[in-house]
Nanobody, 123 residues
Framework: QVQLAESGGGLVQAGGSLRLSCVASGRTFSSYAVGWFRQHSGKEREFVAAIRGSGGSTSYGDSVKGRFTISRDNAKNTVYLQMNSLKPEDTAVYHC????????????????WGQGTQVTVSS
């Protein structure tokens, strides 16, 4: 069983930066891939980024490539999402998720989910 808790969301102006954190409970956190997904109001969940358990491989959604960076510190059971050059269309609730996969971009491959943190980017 893994429990996830996101933090770091907030209100930022366009062009600004935020760093989200996802802290996990459990002793085997390094065995799990972690993904970040976001959900705009009334829309389907969108893949943002993922990282393998070892941290050696990452992947990104097309809309965030070059602006967002995912990383992890397994000693702290934490995954980070550094978000730069934020745009109003990045406004969403951001969720982290953990699962036994190779850094998938499919929400169905993640078993454990956090409650989410709101990111709002003003123009």
């Amino acid at each position: 069983q893994v429990q996830l808790a996101e933090s770091g969301g907030g209100l930022v102006q366009a062009g600004g930066s935020l760093r989200l954190s996802c802290v996990a409970s459990g002793r085997t956190f390094s065995s799990y891939a972690v993904g970040w997904f976001r959900q705009h109001s009334g829309k389907e969940r969108e893949f943002v980024a993922a990282i393998r358990g070892s941290g050696g491989s990452t992947s990104y959604g097309d809309s965030v490539k070059g602006r967002f960076t995912i990383s992890r510190d397994n000693a702290k059971n934490t995954v980070y999402l550094q978000m730069n050059s934020l745009k109003p269309e990045d406004t969403a609730v951001y969720h982290c998720a953990a699962g036994f996969n190779l850094g998938s971009n499919r929400a169905s491959e993640y078993r454990y989910w956090g409650q989410g943190t709101q990111v709002t980017v003003s123009s």
